[in-house]
């Protein structure tokens, strides 16, 4: 008789594991041709370019979240608006443009705007970020 064989427990890590990788699949990822578009991600627009000059910075909403895109020295990057601490907003939170990082003005997280990773205490979860590309004259932003 054929079929996976192996006590009951090593079955149930089997079921585990499989579980488990097939939980693991980005949301991303693309299946069939790789040159075609996730059909999770969407492309939405965030403004012209040149209602976003370095040291500018602006709050887009899509669908429930609202996102805050900055323009750091002529690098564009986009991080959710939400303190991972206590859902704090980030919007109106002091810029280091030395450590392209971002405080909360509630408590003083500061959050690497790169990647959402939190650099300091008392956050320790990261936050959403976003590609932001320039098409022409527009700002878009990939989210999903
Ligand atoms: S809500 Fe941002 S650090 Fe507490």
Redesign the pocket.
């Known amino acids: 008789m054929g079929g996976v064989k192996g006590s009951p427990a090593e079955l149930a890590g089997l079921r585990i594991r499989t579980l488990a990788r097939l939980l693991l699949v980005s949301p991303t990822t693309t299946v069939g041709n790789p040159q075609a578009p996730s059909l999770m991600t969407e492309t939405i627009t965030v403004c012209a370019v040149d209602e976003l000059p370095p040291g500018e910075r602006k709050t887009v909403v899509w669908e429930d979240i609202e996102i805050l895109v900055v323009n750091i020295d002529g690098e564009l990057l986009a991080i959710e608006d939400r303190?991972s601490?206590?859902?704090?907003d980030l919007a109106d939170g002091e810029i280091y443009n030395d450590r392209c990082a971002i405080e909360?003005p509630?408590?003083?997280?500061l959050f690497d705007l790169r990647s959402g990773k939190p650099l300091t205490l008392?956050?320790y979860k990261p936050v959403d970020t976003f590609p932001v590309k320039v098409d022409g004259d527009t700002i878009t932003m990939e989210v999903s």
């Open positions: 303190c601490h206590d859902d704090g909360c509630r408590h003083g997280a008392p956050a």
